[in-house]
Structure formats: structure tokens, C-alpha cells
């Protein structure tokens, strides 16, 4: 196979270890940086790096004339760990193609999906001007939680106004299915604490005189679910905007995801709300999790203890009507009014997120889709993702936009695991669909 | 006040730091034993330091005679390990003496106790000889659940021949009152591993699909009590023994313990199985506690997990009648049959220990009670003990003798807690006693 256009850059981005969490990485993450300035400035934008109090983002831009729809694209040059690294077949910041794909951290999240963007922007600049005005913003932070792009947005808000922001960070429902994705879902965070004795006591001398908190924490975290997995906090559902028909029916319409969803978690059983179908429950059902609960001794052998305290550490998944703070108030009181006898609570709210939703059939949402056909023929797939991505609603906050997300990776392609991958064949699909984005979204 | 004779003898004792689970404090348990070994032998005891796998046992025995009962104290030199060290108010291998309490780790656990039997043998031996054949093994092992002692008393059958063996290593209901502990509750441990995806899986992904191992756990954990306190695992009830009217008479007579427990403890408000007081519930009564829960993340902030797995350690208290496999066996039967859906239960079995009785008012009862009563004055508490002894089950097994647990430490002495101490009155009290039981078992 020829090599493709463009492919031997996306090797050179991803050797940089561009890890954002690790102050170890900074000089790399900055190298990365200073690499892809470098390389916007040589395809014919202007380019700069723009500092935060982390990492900087690269801003390139066209020489935008009036008259014109402006086009944001967002990607981030950062990476996940590569840890552990024994479970690598191949090593993790040195690209390495197998069967069609490129094996590396990053290689789909986000730098090959980055990557046909610029490659696609390239192409045009060669053949003359974008049909755009273009603003190309490229974070180094995504994967900390991007702490600095809200502030960012806000700072240079004057400079980065646009109709709409492109995204190619989520995935695809399958291997050459064009997937538009209209949805996600919030966040709403808490941690819980079960405080029963003033000490650790010896389970031999008190057990049976006082409540265990770990017990606590068990009966109060079993009274978040009933029997059929639907969330038992009263109130919960009461705002949720029910799935309408269309969507409904264009998810039947993708086939049954449970197979393959039992493939990719592993679990000996789907299991969740009743009335539901695997993807409705993940895309479009809102959920609470357990993210971790502990108390008392975990290590090797025995130790009889009654702890003092146990903990719990919720999320809520949240879908459109749902307010993460009217969420937050109800969880609350459902856990005081549960609470077993013998134990406090104390309850700690974290971060919360709105859940995103834009329309397919708007003007943008049919311009995307058919950029989408153009790439990939045949229909498109309508989905929405189970995951919040929280900048989405930093552009809609400071910004004002839309953001429309056309991702390319596939189910399999590991992002944030061992042996991440991108097929070129997505790298590729990328370029074509940049090229045809921007067409359709200047006509539209 | 004047210092009472043997106390030099108790600080020199305190101030080796004999960690038996540290491995650094080696060589300081070693010389914890041949001081002890010297000490002994300087009374005029026949002493000697016996190996075995770990720490060694210091053993001594004054010349036997035919005809005479042998009896065998039991005691141990080994301590906890003295962490958190700031929260000790005087340096926690340097016996500090406040309010008539000498503040040192070991101080009633056990070396205070250990002391109050020495001096008075040296005692007996300044004036003539013990009334009985005495053979005195101290254990420096007891701290890490005398992993060499049943082979020990295996390997010495004939040697450690005793009718008897009487042990200062529980405690008195309270300053000044005799207290024999007749009753002691057994253990069965066990750990379950809730298994869900073969990989953690990200909650937004994922969250709505799969049956989560935290929620799963704490289903679980919520199913082994009822509302109102009790083990709602079948047939846990089934085999014991109800309490006897004399005893539940006796402990009545001493007095409601809740407000006390409620002070040591520190917890909210007592809570325990309906039907029964404070001292039955603790003594009497078995349980089932959650001595760890597990699973996911329990750092700082969030991370939207759903892990792989959860777990949780589990051990039950149980009382004269019950058969710790067996209990084992409902349990697993229990946690099986109450198995979430989604989840697969890896169930291992830890280690078991019989609950132990004996009759108080049997001749060797009597002898302990009316030694007691020469020490302390007054009437002989009559109690049973919420913890495991294991070591009383192997002097059965093994050397087919009951054992009488003539313990001095009090409530607040502090045992495996910084600021552990031990009243002066107490070792005094501990001299008198062992002076006492020898001549009353001599006799009986």
C-alpha cells in the first residue's frame, strides 16, 4: 500500500509524548506545541502559540474576509499515559503500522483525527484559498479536564467569535459509517461520607453494638437503584425530555448494540433500566454510578475493624432536561433521608456539567451530514454519546455556537488504553471529510 | 507515693520496643526475651529461650514435684507497633508515669500484666517455694496472631503437660472489680470479589449498561442485615445457644454498659440487634461485620469509573454453638443466592476460630473467682468477652485444658492505641492476684 499524503507528519506529531498530566512531559508537551505552530505556519496560516497558566494553545487562522461563515475547529495535541506499558505490543510514542492501522498513544485521541483536519486544510491552501474563515484551536489540556479553555475562550473572546465549532473527538457507530453525534450526556458529581465512630474499633469488642459505617455506606449505596436498574431517587426522571420517535428510530435503525457492547466491557451480563435497549441506556437513559466506595481494611489477609468512616463517590449521567443542580438537591436529600441509623453523613458536591444537545436537522446539522455522505456514502448515523464533554459547553457559554461533532474513531481503537489505534483508512476519511466540512458549511 | 516494689522491673520490660510485626524491631524483640529469660532465672526459675520459625518463646518452670497441680501462665512480650507516633503524649517507648498510670506502649498489652505474674512468683520464691508446678510461657508472637504457637504446644505435648492455664490478657468491666471472662466469641472471615467487565470501563460510556461491582458490592453488603440489626443470613441463627438466665442475671447486675460504650466508641447512638442490651449484644450475640468495602476510586476528586471489580472482607463474630464452617457455608450459600445480576462472586474462605466458653462455676472456676475475690474484694464479675482468643483454642486442642482469662486492663487503657497505659493499682492488683490463684488452685 502507497503511502498516504500527509501520514508521515501524523507519525512525526505522534512520537512527541504530549502527556498532559505529567509534569515530567512539559518540554514535550511544548516541543508538540511548537512542532505543529511550525507546521500551520508552512501549509500557509498564521499561527502562534498563546500561553495559559498550563499548557499553551496553538491558534491558527486565514486571512478572514467579510462576508464569510466562520468555522472554529477544535483539537487537543495532548495525550493520555501510556501506562502501563508492558501491556503495549509495540512501543507506545513510536508509531508502528499493523494490518492498516497505526499503533500508538494519541494515534486516535485526537492526533490522527487533528491530523486530517490540517492535512485536509493543507490540501486546500495548495490548491488555493479555504472556503472559510477559519479559526484552528488546538489545546494541550483536554485530557486534564481542559482547566484553562474556559478562561481562554473568555480572554480573547473578541478574536475567537464564529457561527459554529467543528469537533473529530468522538467515534463512529462502525467502520465506514459516517456518524454525526447530536447528544451527550451531563455530569453531576458528589462524594458521600459515612462517619460512625469517633475511633477504628476492634469488630470483636463493639461488633454488634454500634453501626459499621461500611454497612452504612453499603444499605445507603443499595438504595440508589431498584431491582430493575432504574434510579430510585425520587424525582430523578421527573425533567427528562423523553426520546423522541425519530431518534428512537434511527438508533433501531443501527442495529443492536448489546453483542457488541458485551464484547467491549466484558461483563458476563448487559444489565440496566428496563424498557430500554442497550443504546438508549447508554446514549440517551440518565444513570447514577458508584465510581468508588471504600472503607475499612483492604489489604491482603484480615484485619477486624469497624471503621470510622466509609465513603462513596457518585456521578450522575444526565440527559437534556435534566439540571445537574436540581440532580445534585435531590440526590442530597435522598441520601439523608436514608441514611441508616447510627452514622452521619457528610456530602460533598464536585463539578457538574450540562447535558448537550443540538439539532441534526438544523442548517449546520444537515450541512454536516452531507459532508459526512460525501466522505463516507450512504447514510449517516444520529447518535448521541453516553460521555460529557465539557468544552462543548464552554463554546455554547462564552461563545454562543454550536458545536458539531464528527468523530472517527472506532470502537476498538483503545483511546486511553494499551495498543491505542487509528486505521489510516479513518486518517484518510479524515482529510476528505475536513475538505468537504468546510465546503458545505460555507454554502450553508 | 512510694514506688511499689517490681515496678523498676516493669519499666526496664516496657522500654524494648518489641514490635513483633515490624521486621526492623528484630533484634529488640530478641532482647525483649533474654531479658526476660535473665529475669526469670534470677528469681530462681529455670528459664530458656526456645526457638521457632519466628520469634522465640521464653519459657521457664520452677522444679516439679509429683503430686502437685501444674499450672501454666501464659503471657506475651510482644507489642503492637506504636504508630501514629504524634499522637502520643509522652514518647511511646519511654514509660512515663501520670495520674498513677504508667504511659507506655505495651503497658497493659501485655507487658503490665506479664509483670504483675512475674513479681509475684519472685515473690513466692523469696519466701519458699510455688505452691504448684509452674510452668510460665511467654510468647512473643501474640500480636501477629501466634502463627508458631499450635506447632510450639505441638512439638512440647509432653513437656507442657498442665492442668490449667490461667492468662492476664483480657480486661475488668471496670477500676476495682475482679473480672473473670468465661466466655469468649469464635471467627469466621471471609473475603467476596465482585467481578464485572474484564476492564474498567468509563462511566459515560458505559454507565446505564453494565451492572456496576461498586453497586453490585453494596447490594450485596445491604442483603446480610435486617432493619432492625439482625444477620438475615438463613439458618445463622439456627445453632446457638441462648443465653442462660444466670447470665444474663449477672451481667444485668452490673450495670447498663451503653452509656460507656457510647463514650469509648464515640459513635452517634448505639445501634445493635433489637431484643438485646448493650453487654449482650457485645458478648453474647453473634455478628456479621464488613470489616473492608472496595472498589474503584477513592483519591482525591472524581474519576468517572466503573471498575472491574469490588470487593469486601467479611467477618462473623460467633457464639457457643455455632460452628464457624458452617456459618461459612450459609454465608456463601447467602451471597450466592443473593448475587446481583451482571456480576460473578469469588468468594475465599479465611480463618476460622471456635467460639470458647467455660463453666466459671466449675472447681477451677471457683478457685479463679475466689482468688479474685482476695485481690479485689467484693463480688466477681462474671462476663464474657466480644473478641477471639485463638490461643485458648489451641491449650484445648492441644493440651485438652481449659483456660481461665483473669484479665486487668481496663476500658480506657488504651490497647493498640497511642497513649496505651496501665494503672499502677492495676500491676499492683496483677501481683496479689497471681499470688492468690496459685494458692488457691494449689488447693483445688
Not at 57 to 64: Q, T, W
Not at 192 to 208: C, E, Y
Not at 319 to 340: R, S, T, Y
Request: charged letters at 20%.
Amino acid at each position: 500500500m502507497s503511502t498516504p499524503p500527509g501520514l508521515d507528519d501524523l507519525l512525526t506529531l505522534l512520537r512527541f509524548p504530549s502527556v498532559s498530566t505529567n509534569p515530567a512531559n512539559i518540554g514535550d508537551v511544548r516541543d508538540c506545541a511548537s512542532w505543529l505552530m511550525a507546521k500551520l505556519r508552512s501549509i500557509g496560516l498564521s499561527a502562534e502559540i498563546r500561553e495559559t497558566p498550563g499548557h499553551p494553545v496553538v491558534l491558527a487562522r486565514n486571512v478572514h474576509q467579510a462576508g464569510r461563515r466562520t468555522v472554529m475547529l477544535y483539537a487537543h495535541y495532548d495525550v493520555q499515559p501510556a501506562e502501563p506499558l508492558n501491556e503495549w505490543l509495540s512501543p507506545a510514542f513510536e508509531p508502528t503500522i499493523r494490518d492498516g492501522r497505526i499503533y500508538c498513544r494519541g494515534a486516535t485521541d485526537n492526533k490522527g483525527q487533528l491530523m486530517g483536519h490540517l492535512r485536509g486544510l493543507e490540501e486546500l491552501l495548495a490548491e488555493g484559498d479555504l472556503p472559510v474563515n477559519l479559526i484552528f484551536l488546538i489545546e494541550g489540556e483536554e485530557e486534564i479536564g481542559s482547566p484553562n479553555l474556559k478562561p481562554f475562550l473568555e480572554q480573547y473572546r473578541e478574536e475567537l467569535k464564529c457561527d459554529m465549532v467543528a469537533i473529530s473527538d468522538t467515534g463512529m457507530v462502525g467502520p465506514g459509517l459516517g456518524t454525526f453525534t447530536y447528544g451527550l450526556r451531563g455530569i453531576a458529581c458528589m462524594e458521600v461520607r459515612v462517619k460512625g465512630p469517633t475511633i477504628d474499633l476492634h469488630s470483636g469488642i463493639f461488633g454488634g453494638a454500634v453501626m459499621n459505617p461500611n454497612t452504612a455506606v453499603a444499605r445507603l449505596a443499595a438504595t440508589l437503584h431498584d431491582d430493575e436498574g432504574r434510579v430510585a431517587i425520587a424525582g430523578f426522571y421527573d425533567d427528562v425530555l423523553p426520546l423522541q420517535t425519530w431518534e428512537r428510530q434511527a438508533w433501531e435503525g443501527l442495529g443492536d448494540s448489546s453483542a457488541e457492547t458485551l464484547t467491549l466491557t466484558g461483563s458476563p451480563e448487559l444489565f440496566g433500566e428496563v424498557g430500554y435497549t442497550d443504546m438508549e441506556r447508554r446514549w440517551g437513559r440518565p444513570t447514577a454510578e458508584i465510581n468508588g466506595i471504600g472503607g475499612g481494611y483492604q489489604g491482603a489477609g484480615s484485619k477486624t475493624v469497624i471503621p470510622r468512616e466509609a465513603m462513596m463517590k457518585l456521578s450522575f449521567r444526565l440527559v437534556p432536561g435534566q439540571d445537574p443542580d436540581k440532580i445534585m438537591a435531590l440526590a442530597e436529600a435522598h441520601l439523608n433521608a436514608h441514611c441508616p441509623k447510627g452514622v452521619r453523613l457528610e456530602i460533598i458536591h464536585g463539578h457538574v456539567g450540562m447535558p448537550y444537545v443540538t439539532d441534526p436537522h438544523s442548517a449546520f446539522g444537515a450541512a454536516a451530514q452531507r459532508a459526512l455522505t460525501a466522505t463516507f456514502g450512504g447514510k449517516v448515523a444520529l447518535i448521541r454519546e453516553g460521555g460529557s464533554i465539557p468544552i462543548v459547553q464552554a463554546f455554547k457559554d462564552v461563545l454562543g455556537v454550536e458545536t458539531l461533532l464528527l468523530g472517527l474513531a472506532l470502537p476498538d481503537c483503545q483511546a486511553h488504553a494499551p495498543n491505542e489505534n487509528y486505521p489510516i483508512a479513518n486518517f484518510e476519511a479524515g482529510v476528505k471529510l475536513n475538505k468537504a466540512l468546510l465546503a458545505e458549511l460555507a454554502e450553508n
